[in-house]
T-cell receptor, first 112, second 115 residues
Framework: GEDVEQSLFLSVREGDSSVINCTYTDSSSTYLYWYKQEPGAGLQLLTYIFSNMDMKQDQRLTVLLNKKDKHLSLRIADTQTGDSAIYFCAENFSGGYNKLIFGAGTRLAVHP | DAEITQSPRHKITETGRQVTLACHQTWNHNNMFWYRQDLGHGLRLIHYSYGVQDTNKGEVSDGYSVSRSNTEDLPLTLESAASSQTSVYFC??????????????FGPGTRLLVL
């Protein structure tokens, strides 16, 4: 079945880069997403990448996609305390139109 | 501004009671979704709808039902609440875009405690 996996926790120092990794199983996914959840709030879309791309950059965010290995990563440059949140990787499930499959989320803690 | 709202934001109920969680969106989106969020599981899809009168079961639909009588609302009903249904519930909506490029917009969540 379809599955998306992420490590559960990452701790980084303020100003360093953060790299959050994700693996997925549905090789037919056309889009992959990163969502951010701040405490007590819903999820907000951070960025997405189309499956025929291998990299997308958006200000401090860089998304890398290795389609052969079904590996997605999110790099946050110059990590700030405001980046502390849970980050979810998601793929659109090819077996169901507009359905997203989410990973369990990676909790990013930024310390001084 | 268009938005998606959920009510109530917090709910405490007893086992066996029927509970309905409301979700309302003003984007005029065809697609609406209900998820539950539990530690270690991320978001799991409960039910979803692609339009008025359309409803579909997600991966964890047992004990839940939805109805879609208009575009804006997708209420989630727990027929007989169980302690295992203690969770945070999120509603989301999206446009119907071909090719799978979709942004799901999430509500703020409802925290439900079943005693």
């Amino acid at each position: 079945g379809e599955d998306v996996e992420q490590s559960l926790f990452l701790s980084v120092r303020e100003g360093d880069s953060s790299v959050i990794n994700c693996t997925y199983t549905d090789s037919s996914s056309t889009y992959l997403y990163w969502y951010k959840q701040e405490p007590g709030a819903g999820l907000q879309l951070l960025t997405y990448i189309f499956s025929n791309m291998d990299m997308k950059q958006d200000q401090r965010l860089t998304v890398l996609l290795n389609k052969k290995d079904k590996h997605l990563s999110l790099r946050i440059a110059d990590t700030q305390t405001g980046d502390s949140a849970i980050y979810f990787c998601a793929e659109n499930f090819s077996g169901g139109y507009n359905k997203l499959i989410f990973g369990a989320g990676t909790r990013l803690a930024v310390h001084p | 501004d268009a938005e998606i709202t959920q009510s109530p934001r917090h709910k405490i109920t007893e086992t066996g009671r029927q509970v309905t969680l409301a979700c309302h969106q003003t984007w005029n989106h065809n697609n609406m979704f209900w998820y539950r969020q539990d530690l270690g599981h991320g978001l799991r899809l409960i039910h979803y709808s692609y339009g008025v009168q359309d409803t579909n079961k997600g991966e964890v639909s047992d004990g839940y039902s939805v109805s879609r009588s208009n575009t804006e609302d997708l209420p989630l009903t727990l027929e007989s609440a169980a302690s295992s249904q203690t969770s945070v519930y999120f509603c989301a909506s999206s446009e119907s875009l071909a090719g799978g490029k979709e942004t799901q917009y999430f509500g703020p969540g409802t925290r439900l405690l079943v005693l």
